[in-house]
């Protein structure tokens, strides 16, 4: 980058071809592999990076400046396109629930055992482990009184923890 | 177009890139924007002519020390908010850090003074206009710093806006209330300076992303 600034092309030539792979490593992590937009966004940061080289402050670090760069703009990309990267409504779920394979066996585990309880048992179950309702709420959705719901999640948990020992 | 060829077409542009840091190119900027609002002052309110008189007073050090602060502290923020990935650091805290201490000055003052002339002592006689003027003053002001700041990169138009704002406001406010005002108390100073000042920088927030763009 020092000799780039001082005018050497050959130098400045090989940061920018460097700098190039990297971005298209940092926005395909962000907007996607095959996005249309991520050779547009590569080319603009270099482009940005070549014309603002003036504002790159010689005893720091080069790369949280490039970095900083390269958010910017896309940053300005998302607000251009006006569109935020969106899920429908109905997928955020599933975006947020099987991050791993682990986590999706886990959940389907789960799922399986709760399946063994008698459904208001469940509900409960389901509501305040699960879900994060309060106790109080999780009374009022199931018609049951607040030390009934602790009775009923004691109970059931002491069911599915005898379930599981079966099981192995 | 190819990446390799926009690579190899930068490459070739060997111009060798400005040297000139934001400090020195700011710094600069403000000597322009200062003669700005003096001739702006001049021109549009003129010179209190008892000047050499007021320099003689406490009251004229108190300002010029306030607007002084808060401009050295506008000054450091907005040099390292001109550079992408450059840390804020304590620049905020010395502007808040200004403003609290005259706030409490004036708030002492005031309570020292005899209560029938508290109000006034508070509000002066040019209370309802003060501000608006600041903003007059301060408004060519802004526009130099604005046109500076945009050679640099900021990645954070909004508070960057902000930042040339209250730089901005404080050099305004410097030149009216050292070359025009003769306001003397801590209160007022406090309270309608700082006003005119914070509505300067709540100004540049407003148009920064779209002055500051790149």
Redesign the interface.
């Known amino acids: 980058m020092l000799r780039?600034?001082?005018?050497?092309?050959?130098a400045?030539?090989e940061l920018?071809?460097a700098m190039?792979r990297y971005l298209r490593g940092y926005f395909a992590r962000r907007i996607g592999s095959g996005a249309a937009d991520l050779?547009d966004l590569?080319?603009d940061t270099?482009?940005?990076i070549?014309?603002?080289?003036?504002?790159?402050?010689p005893s720091?670090p080069f790369t949280?400046?490039?970095?900083?760069?390269a958010?910017?703009k896309l940053i300005?990309h998302f607000r251009r396109g006006g569109v935020r990267k969106t899920v429908p409504l109905e997928d955020a779920g599933e975006l947020l629930a099987a991050e791993t394979v682990e986590e999706g066996a886990v959940r389907r585990d789960l799922n399986k055992l709760l399946d063994t309880l008698p459904p208001r048992q469940r509900q409960v179950m389901v509501d305040v482990k699960l879900a994060g309702h309060s106790i109080e709420e999780a009374g009022q959705r199931a018609g049951m009184s607040i030390s009934a719901v602790k009775v009923t999640i004691h109970r059931g948990l002491k069911a599915l923890g005898k379930r599981v020992r079966d099981e192995d | 177009m190819k990446t390799d060829d926009l690579i190899a077409t930068l490459a070739a542009d060997t111009t060798p890139a400005p040297r000139i840091g934001p400090r020195a190119w700011l710094g600069l900027a403000c000597a322009a924007a200062l003669v700005l609002a003096v001739a702006l002052l001049a021109a549009w309110l003129g010179v209190r002519p008892d000047l050499m008189l007021a320099m003689r007073l406490k009251s004229f050090w108190m300002k010029a020390g306030y607007t002084g602060w808060l401009a050295v502290a506008a000054f450091v923020a907005v040099t390292r908010l001109a550079r992408p990935g450059a840390r804020l650091g304590a620049a905020l805290w010395l502007a808040i850090l200004g403003v609290l201490a005259m706030t409490m000055m004036g708030g002492v003052r005031l309570m020292a003074a005899p209560p029938a002339e508290r109000m006034h002592d508070w509000m002066g006689h040019s209370w309802t206009f003060c501000p608006f003027l600041i903003m007059g003053v301060s408004a060519p002001a802004f526009a130099v710093i604005v046109w500076a700041v945009r050679r640099y990169a900021p990645t954070k138009l909004r508070l960057t806006g902000a930042g040339a704002g209250l730089l901005a406001g404080a050099i305004g406010a410097a030149v009216y209330g050292l070359l025009r005002c003769n306001e003397t108390t801590a209160a007022f100073v406090a309270t309608w300076y700082t006003l005119g000042i914070a509505v300067c920088a709540a100004v540049g927030a407003v148009l920064g992303p779209r002055l500051l763009r790149w």
């Open positions: 780039g600034l001082g005018g050497d092309a050959a400045h030539g920018l071809s190039s050779e590569v080319q270099l482009l940005a070549h014309l603002k080289r003036g504002s790159y402050d720091q949280p400046w490039a970095y900083a760069v958010r910017y300005d």
